[in-house]
């Protein structure tokens, strides 16, 4: 059709075009109002081609509601309503154990999907800029975390009773916790509770005797466990996020979940300057929020020291030459000029200058740079610089990563994929987009 041929991949377009129809024969009207903006959509994403021809309704309420930002409170709503999370539903459940999970986690799964493709229409259609992606993407993440971990809490509840002095909280890293997440991206999160003291009220057995009392440590322990599970499993419907949890102390040798108090006194003792890095982005995402704000509270003098540091540097530079010893050709996030050089430029910086200049302490690595100029610690024209390539690169990930779901930074090497990237990235033809 005229509408696949003017769009960066006609021919994967127009191949989804087709099977769209012969999934759906009853809606050529709907789909010729839209001919131009599907066609745009099959041309950039398979998997969302896929989802949309087995779920057409899905697709034309996404194209209808495409100029407003994804809203954090009515996404909320919905999915709570898709996992019953309610106090009256606990009647009705049995336990974490004894519990079907498969239907609310293709709920989740579901919501990640409709939410990825509201999502990559305002952004293949320029309804919003790269911030704006980043920022929904994240608040799509929170959401699903939040109130999966809503939903788990319940049915743990159930099982074990309620915990002492009742409180936890989600951490977000990485580029989750800077709201600059990408499309197909691990979450980095760490689990945070409030007190080891205490263990759960357990629950009344048939004969009225109290069974499964356990620590509150090992309570949040399974919760961390279960959560991380749910998010990441693949089932039928796909994975809603894979969940990356090296990031905690003792990375994969370590408890899941540590009491606040077990956090301040491992980074008091044991902290490295690349924790101190990965925690400038560190971001509450999920459960709760005093809690999330006293953890907050517990790393600043942590991550920026009063005085400048420069000895945290040498570190910095080691563990970024290992990072860069990985580095292949055609990786856009890796490597010289690459995403996470740019990342480490920008956290490093902080790191020696933040603990003097509050403005410095920002999650965002956008944010950062601009704060960086205004203090004069970086030129603007090398601000310039390194804000465009970020931008680039991470809306070139953004394209890499819409196809097929893939958590991929490499640019592909035969010259009609490169054009058709090139295409999608704005630029007439592949040879100006190489030279970019």
Request: aromatic content about 8%.
């Amino acid at each position: 059709s005229s509408a696949a041929a003017s769009t960066p991949d006609p021919e994967r377009a127009e191949k989804n075009l087709l099977s769209f129809m012969e999934g759906n024969p009853g809606l050529g009207d709907e789909l010729e109002t839209q001919a131009r903006n599907v066609a745009w959509l099959f041309s950039c994403s398979q998997f969302l081609a896929n989802f949309c021809t087995a779920n057409p309704g899905v697709l034309f309420r996404a194209l209808a509601d495409m100029e407003q930002p994804l809203d954090r409170g009515v996404l909320s709503g919905r999915l709570d309503d898709e996992l019953a999370v309610s106090d009256n539903v606990r009647a009705k459940t049995s336990g974490i154990h004894g519990r079907e999970l498969g239907r609310q986690m293709s709920a989740v799964r579901r919501c990640r999907l409709e939410g990825a493709l509201k999502i990559a229409l305002r952004d293949i259609l320029k309804k919003t800029d790269l911030v704006g992606v980043m920022h929904e993407l994240s608040i799509l993440a929170d959401v699903i975390i939040s109130r999966s971990l809503a939903f788990l809490r319940l049915a743990m509840n159930e099982t074990y009773g309620d915990p002492a002095d009742d409180a936890f909280s989600v951490i977000g890293l990485g580029k989750l916790g800077g709201e600059e997440l990408n499309f197909s991206s691990d979450v980095d999160l760490i689990y945070v509770y409030g007190t080891e003291a205490g263990e759960t009220s357990g629950v009344l057995s048939q004969s009225g005797v109290t069974t499964n009392r356990i620590s509150n440590h090992e309570y949040y322990c399974k919760l961390g466990e279960w959560l991380s599970r749910f998010l990441s499993l693949t089932t039928e419907a796909g994975f809603a996020y894979r969940v990356d949890l090296r990031l905690r102390p003792e990375g994969q040798r370590g408890d899941i979940a540590l009491a606040l108090r077990g956090y301040e006194m491992y980074y008091e003792s044991w902290g490295r300057a690349w924790e101190r890095a990965m925690l400038i982005r560190a971001r509450p995402v999920a459960g709760d929020e005093g809690l999330g704000r006293d953890f907050l509270q517990m790393i600043r003098p942590f991550v920026y020291r009063k005085y400048l540091d420069y000895s945290s540097i040498d570190e910095i530079r080691r563990l970024k030459t290992r990072i860069d010893s990985t580095f292949k050709k055609g990786d856009i996030k890796r490597g010289p000029g690459g995403i996470r050089e740019i990342e480490f430029f920008a956290q490093a910086l902080q790191l020696i200058y933040g603990g003097r200049e509050p403005l410095l302490q920002e999650r965002s690595v956008l944010k950062a740079l601009h704060m960086l100029m205004q203090k004069s610690l970086v030129g603007q024209e090398d601000y310039g610089l390194l804000s465009d390539n970020y931008r680039f690169f991470r809306t070139l990930e953004h394209r890499l990563q819409q196809l097929n779901d893939v958590q991929t930074h490499s640019v592909p090497s035969g010259q009609k994929e490169q054009e058709i990237l090139g295409r999608k990235m704005g630029f007439r033809d592949g040879a100006s987009f190489g030279r970019d």
